[in-house]
């Protein structure tokens, strides 16, 4: 197990005067034996031998409850990596049972309900502090977050195939209609904000000279082919927070008809579309566009390639001249320690 595939999860105790990172891996979360008594205020031996008790009692099983976890830590100006024993969130909790101090009834109750309720859904909320509004609001922040990851594609593409499965009658999503209706909704909605469809949107704003292909967002570090053929992916901040309204409440509609078992065909679902469109005074879009979805991913993705070639071009001058700066430090130096120094060149002393 490797910081690589962790997530880190930052706790503060109850008294502020600590934080501790948990590392969440596999649905729970791990900490090692200093890290433990760091938690609990206790010593590392007092938290061995309880983990020896733990084990001899057959309250739990060693090979269930501990891993071995790399780790990598900062030293001066390397990176240090070494083999450390971390236990699970189970482990951690049976030490707290036995460890008599305001921390550890802190932390249980903090890990049964925030934390568990995180590693489960993804997600914790403190509702209490959120109906309480005062100092610096947070809901408007929370539910843009929620609307943003509503209007994501794969989330967008799971719910509109959901609904639509329980109010057309019609409905088969394994076909090439059901492929076809989905883009056509999501073309609507990009064209009810930006005015273009997806495809004509991509190749508008494509541009293989332009700093990251002018795309806005993207998965990864780097921009890779896959990213540019995504319309959202080229929206400024203004667009995607009017998209992702759009989409939730288009998804909001489409939820109240599902609720009130109103069924109708999927041709049916497009007349819908262009109401809620026309309702909510955005521009609806009634052609297939001026550009096909092949058009656009043959020429979004010639630029991709070009734009490619000019990135890898500028990646390889700059390891040419870091290496020739390197090379040029190594030479100083190599010349600086040659050189002689000061007391050559004083003559020999006579008494």
């Not at 309900?113 to 947070?138: C, I, M, S």
């Not at 909704?185 to 904000?193: C, F, W």
């Not at 992702?244 to 679902?269: H, K, P, S, V």
Request: aromatic fraction near 8%; hydrophobic fraction near 35%.
């Amino acid at each position: 197990m490797t910081d690589s595939t962790s997530e880190m999860i930052l706790y503060r105790t109850g008294d502020g005067r600590t934080q501790i990172q948990l590392r969440a891996v596999d649905g729970t979360v791990w900490l090692t034996q200093a890290d433990i008594a760091t938690l609990f205020d206790t010593t590392p031996q007092n938290i061995t031998q309880h983990i020896r008790t733990i084990y001899a009692d057959g309250e739990h099983q060693e090979e269930r409850t501990c891993k071995q976890l790399l780790q990598v830590r900062q030293e001066g100006s390397r990176q240090v990596r070494r083999t450390v024993q971390a236990y699970n969130l189970d482990m951690i909790l049976a030490v707290g049972y036995r460890v008599r101090s305001p921390r550890a009834v802190q932390f249980r109750q903090w890990a049964t309900t925030v934390l568990r309720e995180y590693l489960v859904k993804g997600f914790a909320l403190n509702d209490e502090r959120l109906k309480e509004p005062g100092g610096h609001d947070y809901f408007d922040e929370l539910l843009a977050r929620i609307r943003d990851i509503r209007a994501s594609e794969k989330r967008f593409y799971q719910k509109v195939r959901d609904v639509f499965a329980q109010t057309s009658v019609d409905y088969d999503g394994s076909s090439e209609m059901a492929r076809r209706f989905f883009a056509t909704i999501q073309n609507k909605l990009v064209y009810a904000v930006t005015g273009r469809t997806a495809a004509e949107l991509i190749v508008m704003r494509a541009d293989a000279e332009a700093p990251n292909m002018g795309l806005t967002n993207w998965a990864g570090a780097r921009v890779r082919k896959s990213d540019v053929t995504i319309s959202k992916n080229y929206l400024n901040a203004e667009e995607i927070d009017e998209l992702n309204r759009l989409t939730t409440m288009f998804l909001d509609y489409a939820e109240d008809r599902t609720r009130r078992r109103q069924q109708i065909r999927m041709a049916e679902w497009v007349t819908q579309t262009d109401r809620f469109l026309d309702f909510n005074e955005r521009q609806v879009l009634n052609n297939a566009g001026r550009v096909s979805q092949a058009d656009m991913q043959r020429i979004a993705h010639e630029r991709f390639d070009a734009f490619d070639d000019q990135r890898r071009a500028r990646e390889l001058a700059e390891a040419d001249r870091e290496a020739a700066e390197e090379f040029a430090a190594l030479e100083a130096e190599a010349r600086r320690l040659l050189e002689p120094g000061e007391a050559d060149h004083v003559d020999d002393w006579k008494p």
